[in-house]
């Protein structure tokens, strides 16, 4: 099963807390001594070489200087820079608004060959309506308090989408049925999305599969949101972030817990069968 998914950035976070203690120790200097150079507590220089707080530039410059390691400082904050990349905080990606981070993995799409996305609680963004979209991204707005422009970034999410219709590109979709049941927006908006999926799932370049909630025997749970890019990386989404991972063996955790899932779903008619059920069932009267 893949691995936490935020331990890409954790462990790159300790790499750098790792150097920055040699640092230290290499020049002789305690935890005190540092922190009386840098004017810090002795518990922020703590904090740092166990990577519990990130150090910001301005801390590593000091820490060089102070450890007469200044031709150091450049390739520490790059680093440093890279590791926090790996976790993004949705509300600062977002802060220019939703629509901005739509646009921001274009280039990202373009560049990607074959696209493979695990979702076990929502219909993946590639094959989303525009209705259900803005139902789900006004929520996420709400939630995490960020500019709510989701109209104009459900109309981004659907023009983005188009790439699955462009040649050069192939895609994987494993979906776990429950997010067939889950209605975001009106009952109308529920049922346009799960007729896209219909259409979409007969596209030559799509493979659609659906994880039934009956599965008998099943041996890999539902897992997070997870996209892996060809074979160089594995986008989680999470509730308050983003975690991108790009360390070769995790990659390949994720793209064996993907054929794990992959191997559990249902396909073409059977597939099908079970996207028209959750149609039906949108109109069925309420049991009771």
């Known amino acids: 099963m893949p691995v936490s998914p935020s331990s890409s950035a954790q462990t790159a976070r300790e790499g ?30 703590s904090r740092i070489e166990n990577a519990k707080t990130p150090p910001s530039t301005t801390d590593i410059v000091a820490w060089c200087r102070h450890t007469g390691a200044e031709n ?21 990606k977002a802060r220019a608004g939703l629509r901005q981070l739509q646009d921001s993995y274009l280039t990202l799409y373009r560049a990607t060959s074959l696209f493979r996305v695990y979702s076990p609680t929502a219909i993946p963004g590639l094959l989303q309506t525009e209705g259900y979209t803005h139902a789900l991204l006004t929520g996420a707005a709400r939630v995490l308090d960020l500019p709510d422009d989701s109209a104009a ?32 927006g009106s009952s109308d908006d ?15 370049a799509v493979s659609l599969g659906i994880i039934p909630m009956d599965t008998p025997g099943r041996l890999l749970w539902p897992q997070e949101v997870f ?37 559990m779903a249902v396909y073409g008619a059977a597939a099908r069968a079970r996207v028209v059920a959750a149609i039906e069932a949108l109109s069925a009267p309420a049991s009771g």
């Not at 807390?17 to 840098?38: F, I, M, N, S």
């Not at 346009?192 to 030559?204: E, H, I, N």
């Open 190 to 204: 529920m049922a346009a999305q799960l007729g896209r999926l219909l259409t979409a799932g007969a596209l030559p």
């Open 16 to 45: 750098v807390a790792r150097q920055l203690r040699e640092l230290r120790q290499d020049a002789g200097l305690t935890l005190v001594d540092l922190a009386t150079r840098c004017g810090w507590s002795h518990s922020k220089v």
């Open 153 to 184: 970034a459900a109309a981004a999410r659907a023009e983005r989408s188009q790439i699955i219709h462009r040649a050069g590109h192939r895609f994987a979709f494993v979906i776990e049925e429950a997010a067939l049941r889950y209605q975001l």
């Open 72 to 92: 150091r400082t450049p390739d520490l904050v790059a680093l440093s820079r890279d590791v926090e990349s790996l976790y993004q905080e949705w509300r600062k």
């Open 227 to 263: 996209h892996i890019y060809d074979d160089t990386l594995v986008s989680v989404e999470l509730l308050t972030a983003q975690v991108n991972i790009t360390q070769p063996s995790e990659i390949t955790l994720y793209e064996k817990a993907f054929e794990e899932l992959r191997s």
